[in-house]
């Protein structure tokens, strides 16, 4: 089976390659030849290293011009520029989730205790665990906790 193709033009341009298959079993019986079009694999989309300051400016862009000539002009996809620009508004505070810390020493204490543990090799199970916060609230005196 024998390939006559002229691939690296075709794929610097990216358009369809043409290829010429060959095949004889001898060379007493016919050859059979046929030409086939195949298109060239698609460029792996590389990502974009963007500087603090590239970013201010792509954010500026977008409020000047709008989300899709700033898509075309970098290649960027939408929700990715929405994303940047929501990190990059001036007014935008950072989202606080869960729960304020009522006792911070014991927290602290507590998650000391856990990689003191785990750096000793010991197992911390829950019950473990929630024996000694128990202990340990108690010692700090700790009032209006409880432990589930």
Known sequence: ??????????????????????????EEESSFKKKVEVLPKPKKQTRLNL????????????????????????????????KLK????????????????????????????IIEKRLEKKKVTTKRFLTYAKMTAASKNCQGISFS
């Open 1 to 26: 089976m024998k390939f006559k193709t002229n691939e690296y033009e075709a794929f610097k341009k990216e358009e369809p390659i043409l290829i010429e298959i060959t095949t004889s079993k001898s």
């Open 51 to 82: 500087s603090s300051e590239e970013k201010k400016t792509i954010v500026e862009f977008i409020e000047e011009y709008g989300y899709h000539e700033v898509q075309d002009a970098t290649g960027m996809t939408h929700e990715n520029l929405r």
């Open 86 to 113: 929501s990190r990059f508004q001036e007014n935008s505070s950072s989202k606080k989730r869960g729960r304020k810390v009522m006792f911070p020493e014991l927290d602290l204490e507590l998650s000391k205790w």
